[in-house]
């Protein structure tokens, strides 16, 4: 029996919530879950959202979540700033934490909860859900059994276009405390593609652009745009591979792309997150007259869609992703090999956002570490 | 408080369990549900899969279930010759009876269904959940408004190619026992789709096909296949509207194709489950040399995708669209108008398919009705 | 040296033009080519065209065309009713016949120019260019290596939209005299397809439908619509395939879609003109898990695309296809075997559109002969 | 008249012919072409090909068709180390000249030409034939109509596989004297479309890279490749805009890519070259509910398709774009308008791609000029 803990209810809280809820008829094969506690601003919200989640207690206090002794793991989905604060008490009052990405805004602040993780012996993992749909995992097979050779470049693009319109007002995510803009919002995720299929990436060249100088303020007004909506990288992985990392929150049109373009020596694969359930393929293996890419559709034969279900091209939706991911740490929190970005890889996704940052500042290709 | 029982927990048996269990989580206003009593063939299998979908109770006799005074509605989820008997007694028993598809075999067990429905005054659904995707709620608004005129045409296919394989054995649904064939596997489907959408069908004129004269039966030999896993109509709408119905259990390459084109008097929609969180829509309301199919990508904007995630663009899977239907069923339930084929509905879609068998048996045209 | 005559010059017209001009140049093995003598309906037009299009001579009277000594093959372009008097001419001069599709309003006047082409022993071809382009031919290809095994079921589709628009007025193609409707103008491109790559068509069950039962005349007032802008069969082939034919003229959204769907044994391949240089192929040759529909770029392996472009991808476009046809022309006039449609199959392809307006007409199936 | 000379007879060689053999029938508006002379290395291939593409004189030395008195115009298709001195003297001989890109291998040769096309008051055009295609033209229109706002953002790719395949020996363009590598093959050639569609490239920050170190030498033993298959370019437009330029000649799968995305205040475009009939637009007039990309077809209303065939969706070929560019150098020689990248921006593309090598050379943003 597992006893689960959540603190925010928002777009990832709910998320956690249905992953918390369906994981064992999904997968049948982990412990009952019981969802305990959960946190939130007030107490009105906190009792509204524990009787539509089905949990037990409620909190305006995230600190009786994370005391609460019938929890044994919590779930961290408030906004970033708030990261770092939570998960090191999580771990410190002994218990596994789940928490959102990115680690925290600062890199020391994601620096102290990678402290806090190894200080506490138990389990810290993030919620980059991407790397859990049956089509990437089938693609880090390919990549294993060399489908398509030895790889030499890769091109990865992450757009989306909800900072897209120009008429929008100015809020706090334009504002430089907020981080850098698309680097912090989007990179994140493209890297633990990244890292989970190639490994680590050694040095970075990056530009930013603001597709918009200044925005009205609500009131009256226009005030300048302090962040950054566009980030375009070269890289360069510890492995030898060149590439590059593209990303956009103002390109309209893109609603949730996080297109892969993969080269290698004997053929390519493409992926794009806004069909996720399809994988494109081009190799060499027959004969070049009948070669092209071909559309693979996401089947039980690709695990863990069989879970969901039996029968092929049915398509998993986004939220099944985090059902995954929820069984990947219930596995790692049973000791089983699992695959999950932990505070340890979490903190080399953000070493590398802030090294792009750097390397735009300054101009230059920078190292990241 | 709503009482679940469940009979059958195979494909269709976990999609529903997956259902109950995350209805409440996804849309908050519907009343809190309990998993009370699963029934499965065996004590043994019954017991383990009420431990993994959370059921309190388990019986070998499905019987246990519709029986229980806590249960309130049942999930019927076996195979169709089960369906007859188990949702009449279930409906007799003054229960709510949530029933996938298709109703019977024989059209007069399914006139019967209907009949103890009416006679029971519960609600009494079917599981047609292709009709509830954002996607296809949407194509529902833009005809309402007329966004493509007058419709005039109607193309619809259904293919899979589960029995693509001329290697694979003779097993029961190659029998004349199982039913007629791609028409009772699938063209219910498209028809629940043609029903919602555009109204009942008022003839058909239909063609059979199998592609395998006979297979190999196990253990030597080889049997004539007395199935059709091809049926192609052409259909007549009661609203006059002409069109083609194509269905295909063979189709090497097609894993859950259901195409849909919509031609009308100014404009056309295509829409394929394949990539059911997209929509082609075609207009000609702005000047025509930036005329073309847009591929309108699934959105908060189109209910009740909000409800699952609030970002567009990420995608619903298959087994969402049952927990969109479950809770048009409990709407139902709590007398609220509700999208969901219900029995009186779902005996025109039977109606129509054996009226397509008659058309293929007499070479003829045969008014459904 | 071959002498070219052309009477017509409208759409086909330029398109026979531009083939014969070029070629020599694409393919390198056919014998010189000169532009004798153009024939329009006034000297005015006839020595405007002359000239763009390089011919010597330009005659207001077609005769002059057909009687030129200098003329060895004459291109007939000209409206569909115009062409037995015209090809039959052509034929009883002595001179070869590149007639345009299709051969001729009514059946008998089709048998006529059969037997006109019989008796003078010169070839006489028709302009049904869609069978030439790479793919078709990769396709016939894949067929004759068995690819997808042995072929059970066909689908063919062909949609325009310039019928599409409501309130465009009445004009001839409305009118009964003007042939069947859809029938006419596209089914006969389809069945080309069908022939070349499958052979005759046995039975026809045919349903035909008007999206506007009238129009606004010029000039005020409102008359009925005699043709038929939709029509819908369902086929059976004479090797024993069964399919549909479905043809729609005002279908919105559809520029020239001639969308083919071949099911077979081991796999299936989808082909649509739209992106003729493109070719889908699902086969079951490798492991499961990395199969799906591969798209094909039409490249110089795949013949005769090598002749027109070196590089693969580049695309042919849909004048090319003519001037492919031309050089399959030149090779039958040489003796060579050639892939070309001439009046004894073409005469078959309007034997199968008639066989489905009388479907239609006596609602029931037909034997084609 | 235009007589026109002919230097080189291989890819663009004929492709070059065709455009001669076929512009006045496409449209009708341009002289009468007369092909006068044509040179190749040999006096037997230069006759053969003379015979094939129709022309009257045939030479082995290319300096017959330069001072032939009856050319007016040379085509220059020979490799790109033969373009200065060819274009020089026929440029000082007082005629046109219509050369492949890129100029010349060498920056200074590359002015060279221009000073003489400066000199000599002739028009000196380039073969950068993809900035002729109808849909290129339409973004063209669309960007100067602000249907996508203002734009802001910009990717490009180019990518093909014919130096993919690891097996293949060392060639010529392995030696670093043929170039740098993709830079010189593919990066022009998005420059064309950029400097159309935006104007000039301000800086740029370059990486390459080669996917495979050495190959094997022909005769035994491997040699260390010099040339680099992939460049991927930050850049920045001098209006403002930033981007990215990626190209790749190893990108398996690919055959003939250029795809363009175009980030706008409005909206976004994209087009590539595989599927250059096609152009897909976002635009946010209309509401969000219907808001996606759509795929536009190119059609007569998007001129010059209507030259080459009136209906819609019919499809341009590759050489129909030559056919284009080469009526626009006839419209440049008659002193009009025309739509064609002269000796002047050609030099602007080649500084830029010069740029880019010192970019990397330098591992730092360099200042195109």
Chains 1, 2, 3, 4 share one sequence.
Not at 102 to 116: G, Q
Not at 258 to 285: A, C, K, M, P
Not at 311 to 324: E, Q, R, S, V, W
Request: charged share 25%; proline share 5%; with cysteine.
């Amino acid at each position: 029996m597992i006893g689960v803990g959540l603190i925010g209810t928002g777009f990832m809280g709910k998320c956690h919530a249905l992953a918390w809820t369906s994981v064992r008829t999904v997968f049948g094969d982990v412990p009952p879950i019981r969802m305990v506690h959960l946190g939130e601003a007030s107490d009105e919200l906190a009792r509204k959202r524990a009787a539509e989640f089905g949990f037990d207690k409620a909190s305006a206090d995230w600190r009786g979540v994370v005391e609460d002794p019938e929890v044994d793991v919590v779930s961290v989905t408030t906004p970033n700033q708030c990261h770092p604060e939570m998960a090191i008490a999580v771990l410190q009052a002994g218990k596994h934490v789940w928490c959102e990405k990115p680690m925290a805004p600062a890199f020391a602040e994601a620096e102290a909860m990678l402290a806090a993780a190894r200080a506490s012996g138990k389990v810290a993992a993030l919620g980059y859900n991407y790397i859990q749909s049956p089509a990437i995992r089938h693609i880090r097979t390919l990549l294993g059994e060399k489908a398509i050779g030895e790889v030499n470049h890769l091109r990865v693009e992450m757009d989306e276009d909800f900072m897209a319109d120009p008429d929008a007002p100015f809020f706090w995510k334009h504002e430089a405390a907020s981080g850098y803009g698309a680097l912090d919002d989007f990179a994140v995720h493209p890297l633990s593609l990244i890292q989970t299929l190639f490994g680590r990436v050694a040095s970075v060249m990056c530009d930013m652009a603001r597709p918009y100088a200044d925005r009205a303020v609500p009131g009256g007004g226009r005030r300048a745009v302090e962040t950054y909506d566009i980030a375009s990288s070269l890289i360069r992985l510890e492995n030898g591979v060149s590439g590059t990392l593209l990303v956009n929150r103002s390109a309209w049109g893109r609603k949730g792309r996080i297109q892969i373009q993969i080269f290698g020596s004997r053929g390519s694969i493409v992926f794009d997150q806004e069909r996720f359930n399809e994988l494109q393929l081009y190799v060499t293996w027959d004969r070049p007259t009948e070669q092209g890419y071909r559309t693979i559709l996401a089947a039980p034969h690709h695990q863990p869609y069989d879970r969901f279900i039996p029968a092929p091209g049915h398509g998993l939706g986004f939220n099944d992703l985090k059902t995954i991911e929820c069984r990947e740490l219930i596995r790692r929190i049973e000791g089983a090999p699992a695959t999950l970005i932990e505070f340890d890889e979490g903190l080399e996704i953000e070493r590398t956002v802030h090294a792009m940052a750097r390397s735009f500042a300054e101009q230059r290709w920078v190292a990241v570490r």
